[in-house]
């Protein structure tokens, strides 16, 4: 599982954790101190993200300021020294720690990675264009609902002028972001939203923000400072995530068309978690409700899932009434860079 992951950490920017993942990795062959912490997860279930989970563990440590010898390596808590030396610090780290870290390898590595907007604010911003209408946004698999505040996040371009939403804004997502210029000056107004996950993390709680920064690599700057960015958010505009999943939650939800305002179902890397009946159930869900939409009831489902082994996205959109479905664009798997593959 350690050396699967750390060529895709490589791939996505990480070159600290591509690194330590591949130590880790020789070091569990040799059952060495990396394994005498893993042993009572090993899985052959690639599904786990065991090696994520990993290194989550130590980076919490790090952040609460218990891995003084690895801190120096670890961005997040302002360490310059790079990957030289890191490993020996993580395995000095792995066998004083070793109970504790086997503990926290157990957590899920709950992540609620901001940058996905880049991505899924085209599909709003259609949604609200299409329909004329102010939109209420309802998320499957919120995680800590930071995303459910993508309208006011400040998106644009590296490269030219091409940009949405406000510029003050804490969250800034800057990269490549090649969407069309005539979606740029549209107005949205969000009435409503909320979103659900079975696992939901509190962001204004101390351990639900530790646990999200833990869960970010350490080596990744922009990514701790977006994060940074929709916790103070947060702060501001309360959003409530409930305690379900997709089938417990969502039913309710659509079960009456709701006239005068657009709704807009979305959810982005969630599809693979779901246990596969309740993932038919859900889709078959969101086909009924279309069936009810009006143009005055519209219904959209605006998704971001992963279609390939790189982890590559797809951002589609399902439109009712019509049931006319489109590929919007493709997306890293932690947002950037997103490519227009739409047609209008
Ligand atoms: C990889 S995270 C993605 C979180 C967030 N959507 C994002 O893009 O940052 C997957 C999320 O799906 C949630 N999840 C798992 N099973 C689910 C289900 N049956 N219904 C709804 N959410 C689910 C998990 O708890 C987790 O928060």
Not at 24 to 35: I, K, L, T
Not at 54 to 59: G, T
Not at 196 to 206: A, F, M, R, T
Request: glycine fraction near 10%.
């Amino acid at each position: 599982m350690l050396a699967l992951q750390a060529p895709a950490c490589r791939i996505l920017g990480s070159d600290l954790y591509a690194a330590l993942l591949t130590a880790a990795a020789d070091d569990v062959r040799g059952e060495g101190p990396a394994w005498a912490v893993l042993e009572r997860h090993a899985t052959r279930d690639t599904n786990t993200a065991l090696a994520l989970r990993f290194m989550a563990a130590v980076h919490r440590l790090v952040l609460q300021g218990d891995a003084p010898a690895l801190a120096p390596h670890f961005a997040s808590v302002g360490g310059t020294a790079g990957v030289d030396g890191a490993w020996l610090a993580m395995r000095s780290l792995l066998v004083q720690q070793r109970d504790r870290l086997g503990e926290l390898v157990a957590r899920l590595c709950q992540t609620n990675e901001v940058a996905r907007c880049a991505g899924l604010v085209v599909g709003f911003l259609l949604a609200a264009r299409d329909s004329g209408l102010p939109l209420r946004v309802l998320e499957i698999g919120a995680s800590a609902g930071l995303n459910l505040r993508w309208d006011r996040f400040h998106y644009s371009n590296h490269g030219d002028d091409r940009a949405w939403g406000d510029p003050g804004s804490p969250v800034q997502l800057h990269g490549h972001w090649d969407v069309p210029r005539g979606l740029l000056g549209q107005q949205v107004r969000v009435v409503a939203r909320a979103g659900c996950d079975p696992q939901p993390v509190e962001p204004l709680s101390d351990e639900g923000r530790l646990s999200l920064m833990a869960a970010v690599w350490a080596d990744q700057p922009a990514r701790h400072e977006r994060l940074r960015g929709a916790l103070e958010l947060a702060r501001n505009e309360p959003v409530h995530v409930a305690k379900a999943g997709a089938m417990q939650w969502l039913p309710q939800r659509l079960a009456k068309t709701a006239p005068g305002v657009a709704t807009v179902v979305v959810h982005s890397v969630v599809a693979q978690y779901m246990e596969p009946g309740e993932r038919q159930e859900f889709f078959a869900l969101i086909e009924d409700a279309g069936q009810a939409a009006t143009a005055h009831a519209p219904l959209y489902w605006l998704r971001m899932e992963p279609e390939s082994p790189l982890r590559a996205m797809s951002l589609r959109l399902t439109s009712w009434p019509g049931a006319t479905d489109e590929l919007l664009a493709t997306a890293g798997a932690h947002g950037f860079p997103v490519r227009w593959r739409g047609t209008r």
